[in-house]
């Protein structure tokens, strides 16, 4: 396993929402429209792009790996399925010196979750350590109730402890770490 990110020298770009987010060396989040653009993926040095929806369609480039996860963003979608095998193939990618996309619609649910799941098994970070890394990294992410507690189940299966924990809230399950957000809710 390599060093936990908090190591890392923070040379990244600032976040960025309509184009690709740095998390790693060599790893980016984005939607799906940034991850069509052929120039933002040839100046990015992107040599593998995961696709993980069912709804956006990629413009094929012959110098790029393209994996499709096909999985609607809902809470009872079954990405857990995929956690080993993606963060598998990211880190392969990373060994081999290239760059992995990972993209759902938005950039922000699907995606999101991939890469904590990544970070989880090959950072060795916690799971709220992944959240606030890589939430830093791109603000906008926000895995549904459902990847939630998928995420809360691997992490405790790769360490046998979790460090955040769905509560009920006046919007259902939350994870713990959105109470103080839905407390500031204002209702309509």
């Known amino acids: 396993m390599t060093a936990p990110l908090c190591t890392f020298p923070v040379q990244f770009r600032q976040p960025s929402i309509s184009g690709l987010s740095q998390i790693t060396r060599s790893l980016y989040i984005s939607n799906g ?32 790996q393209y994996t499709q996860v096909p999985v609607a963003d809902a809470p009872i979608s079954k990405l857990y399925d995929f956690f080993d095998s993606i963060a598998d193939h990211i880190h392969s990618v990373e060994m081999k010196q290239g760059r992995t996309l990972l993209h759902c619609a938005a950039g922000v649910s ?9 970070l989880m098994k090959y950072h060795a970070m916690s799971l709220m350590g992944a959240h606030t890394w890589t939430k830093s990294c791109r603000p906008i992410i926000r895995p549904n109730a459902g990847f939630w507690e998928q995420l809360i189940h691997y992490e405790f299966q790769l360490f046998g402890k979790n460090t ?20 500031l809710m204002i209702p309509l």
């Open 33 to 64: 429209a940034a991850a069509n653009n052929k120039l933002l993926l040839s100046s990015n040095q992107i040599t593998s792009v995961i696709n993980v929806s069912v709804e956006v369609v990629n413009t094929i480039n012959e110098d790029i």
């Open 110 to 118: 699907r995606s999101a979750t991939l890469c904590l799941a990544y």
């Open 164 to 183: 955040i924990q769905m509560v009920s809230s006046s919007m259902g399950m939350i994870p713990d770490i959105y109470e103080k957000d839905v407390r």
